[in-house]
């Protein structure tokens, strides 16, 4: 994210609070500002280490980043296939702080 193709670049920003909010704020009652850093610490784990993304070729985002690919799917049939597409970016992976800093 680096100033040129900011209008792009605020997309990929303005999805991922969205997904934020819909996926984990929404949720929870958070008794306080510590629960939520917490909660949203959690998520942001499981957001790029669990949750696979179909903009990925249905894979997660610590895979992308590190270039690791996960085993094709059993029955076959899928129609994706493990390679990364040269259309999408390498993005870092979001964490709390990142996020808080790029709002």
């Known amino acids: 994210m680096n100033g040129k ?15 934020v909010k819909y996926e984990e704020v929404y949720l929870h009652d958070y008794g306080s500002p510590r629960e939520a850093r917490q909660g949203l610490s959690r998520y942001f784990d499981f ?21 690791a690919s996960r085993a094709a799917p059993s029955g076959g049939g899928s129609g994706h296939s ?5 259309a999408l970016p390498r993005l870092p ?6 996020a808080l800093c790029l709002s």
């Open 82 to 86: 493990n390679q990364p597409s040269p």
């Open 47 to 67: 957001y790029n280490q669990r949750r696979v993304h179909q903009a990925l070729d249905y894979r997660t985002p610590g895979e992308v980043y590190s270039g």
């Open 93 to 98: 992976q979001c964490t709390l702080t990142t």
């Open 5 to 19: 193709g900011r209008a792009t670049d605020n997309i990929f920003i303005e999805r991922l609070w969205r997904t």
